[in-house]
């Protein structure tokens, strides 16, 4: 598996009346060829805006690149012309949106929308263009394609828009797919409808994916790896089993023992306290650090840096320097990290491996 | 927590709307079922299966096409007075869905938590309304300060805190939260459980909590109702529902869930739902029947004894 995608260093900000909000402040992440890396963070952590930078669609006018690259096949795309993004944008790279009600036009039909992109890029003449999304609509599970072909967003039901477009997004068969918060908008039954539509297609035609949400049930099924983003920084990143079966950062912990499990005592739900952090005056130390029980003296003044656990488990706590006294994390945490040490008895490897 | 005294009983409610014309919907389709004193009722189902209707229509925000709807013994949508509708309304409070669009956003956050206290004439003066404000404020974690702000200063989850907070104002009795946390993070959404929960211990409330994330549903209610297309398929305790799901709609919404465990993921086989299964023959009485004590199916005369013959 060769990595597909780099980002190294990123660092965004928005310009505001109020002034310069730091949203992304140091991202580091790859991603592989055929793999599903998952992004979970409350909002307002960076999440949407790390993945809209990969696609070049933050507004020009406020928002800056401060530094960083992000190198897509090793070219860097913060670096590109418009007009050699938009080769890229929507044929190699594509995305999915939140809301199906919003993001497809009202007044052209659903198949017209679908056709756009092939004639953009793939340079198909109509009738091999209409030919194709056909077969996509097949290939998402609409059914009736040839009628749903010339029928307008407005017939369709919101699980229905929402393969329309999937149907957009992989009409040219992108090398990575964008998913922010495909989901949400959809019931349970459709929301498990997607995801299995979406880990099919993968297999299939062997994209990568990102995937954003905020749901830890939804990133369990459909993730390899996880990245747990928090005030515009990954604090974990870790094979899906990892992050939920051995986590290390206290705001993993917390986001973990938020969420009832179905066979939960009466017990009261664990609520991180406090509120994200501000971004326009970012703290001085860790930025979970007003929220974090087990914070000590550095975490006010210093940054972690990334603490290795192994060879795809990173953190950045200093509960993990050396010389940090032992914690017990949460009660739901502990049950889970006894799963996770009865199958491998590796100890963790503390060192230091990157300076943030 | 809960007493067997039933705080509302809701007979054979229908909901139509465009009653009569070629596009008739059945929103909700002859339901029954009770809530006792001092419990949390879940409510669950897909979008568009009537879960907030039957909500909406218990408050009287929609007049009920047939059925009843009793409150302590008295029926909500007979005839009423606007003096006893007034006394009505002041036991029955909602929160919404969507914080943002439920609170008017040119009202300062005092004058939001103390309309209905204006309306049903409760402060005795003005230092009483604005002590009001402030402990209520207080109650829902919010502090004094915020009184004079508007709703656009509020975070989500802050604003559903003062919508909970204007419900609590005139001191109801029961208390409909519809999709309360759907629209909050998920950090944000234990705190607002929490603080639900904490209400009702401290105040005795009774909720009906309508929702589509099972796994929090399960979290907060007693007993659990689950809807399908204007029917109420399935109710039952809690635990029981989660342990044995009678009816194959039930079976197939909790198959869908997914949980935060990947081994479980790995694992979890979903199971889909087709009501041709049924093959109700013609005149078979379908009905909520007992399964179990407390545990009701929608189902007929043959369907309940092979449910009673898979009960564990």
């Not at chain 1, 090793?74 to 993001?103: A, L, N, V, W, Y």
């Not at chain 1, 953190?315 to 914690?327: G, I, R, S």
């Amino acid at each position: 598996m060769g990595k597909i995608l780099e980002v190294n260093d990123l660092h965004i900000s928005f310009h505001t009346f109020a002034g310069e909000v730091q949203a992304i402040r140091g991202v580091n992440f790859e991603l592989n060829e055929g793999e599903t890396l998952a992004i979970v963070g409350e909002s307002g952590s960076g999440k949407s805006v790390t993945t809209k930078s990969i696609m070049r669609l933050l507004p020009k006018h406020n928002s800056e690149f401060k530094a960083g690259e992000i190198l897509f096949e090793g070219k860097d795309i913060t670096k590109m012309s418009e007009k050699e993004m938009q080769k890229i944008r929507g044929k190699e790279i594509s995305m999915i949106f939140q809301d199906p009600m919003t993001s497809l036009n009202p007044t052209m039909t659903v198949g017209k929308q679908i056709m756009e992109p092939l004639l953009k890029h793939q340079k198909l003449s109509k009738h091999e263009a209409k030919k194709r999304v056909i077969e996509l609509l097949k290939l998402v599970g609409i059914p009736k394609a040839e009628i749903r072909f010339k029928q307008y967003p407005h017939q369709f039901s919101g699980g229905m828009r929402q393969r329309v477009v999937i149907a957009i997004a992989l009409a040219c068969n992108p090398k990575i797919l964008i998913a922010d918060e495909p989901t949400t908008a959809l019931d349970v039954t459709i929301q498990a409808q997607i995801l299995e539509l979406m880990k099919d297609l993968q297999k299939k035609i062997n994209t990568s994916i990102i995937f954003i949400t905020h749901d830890l049930g939804v990133v369990a099924n459909v993730a390899d790896r996880v990245a747990v983003m928090y005030g515009g920084k990954i604090v974990e990143v870790g094979t899906v089993d990892e992050i939920f079966y051995n986590p290390q950062h206290p705001y993993t912990w917390g986001l973990i023992s938020s969420m009832p499990s179905l066979d939960a005592e009466d017990e009261e739900l664990y609520a991180i306290p406090g509120t994200p952090p501000d971004l326009l005056n970012p703290p001085v130390g860790d930025a979970f650090a007003a929220r974090n029980e087990y914070a000590m003296k550095i975490d006010l003044e210093k940054q972690p840096p990334m603490f290795k656990i192994s060879d795809t488990h990173y953190a950045a706590t200093w509960l993990l320097h050396p010389n940090a006294p032992k914690v017990e994390p949460p009660t739901a945490v502990k049950k889970r990290m006894r799963k996770f040490h009865n199958e491998t008895d590796s100890t963790p490897s503390k060192e230091v491996v990157k300076n943030v | 927590m809960s007493s067997n005294e039933k705080l509302l009983e809701i007979k054979h409610l229908k909901q139509y709307f465009n009653k009569g014309k070629a596009n008739e919907v059945k929103a909700i389709d002859d339901i029954s079922f009770d809530i006792y004193k001092g419990e949390t009722l879940g409510l669950v189902g897909e979008s568009g299966c009537g879960k907030s209707t039957t909500g909406r229509t218990i408050i009287r925000l929609y007049n009920a096409t047939d059925g009843e709807v009793l409150y302590n013994g008295e029926n909500v949508h007979a005839k009423k007075t606007r003096a006893e509708l007034k006394k009505f309304n002041q036991k029955m409070q909602m929160i919404f869905q969507d914080p943002q669009a439920s609170l008017n956003p040119r009202m300062k956050i005092a004058d939001i938590i103390a309309e209905g206290i204006d309306i049903h004439g409760l402060a005795k003066s003005k230092e009483d309304r604005m002590n009001r404000v402030y402990s209520l404020l207080e109650t829902v974690g919010l502090n004094r300060e915020h009184a004079n702000r508007y709703p656009h200063e509020f975070s989500g989850g802050q604003r559903q805190r003062i919508g909970i907070a204007r419900a609590l104002a005139v001191e109801p009795e029961f208390i409909i939260a519809d999709e309360p946390i759907s629209a909050l993070d998920v950090s944000i959404q234990a705190q607002v459980v929490n603080l639900l929960k904490k209400l009702q211990k401290e105040k005795g409330l009774t909720y009906l909590f309508i929702a589509h994330d099972l796994s929090m549903v399960k979290y907060i209610s007693d007993r659990i109702g689950v809807m399908y297309f204007g029917k109420l398929v399935e109710l039952a305790p809690a635990d029981d529902l989660y342990n044995n799901p009678m009816h194959p709609y039930t079976q197939s919404l909790l198959s869908a869930i997914p949980l935060p465990d990947p081994d479980y993921e790995r694992s979890r086989i979903r199971k889909t739902y087709d009501p041709k299964i049924h093959q109700y023959a013609d005149g078979e009485e379908v009905k909520m029947r007992e399964v179990a004590p407390g545990h009701f199916v929608y189902c007929s005369e043959k369907e309940l004894k092979q449910y009673k013959a898979l009960y564990k």
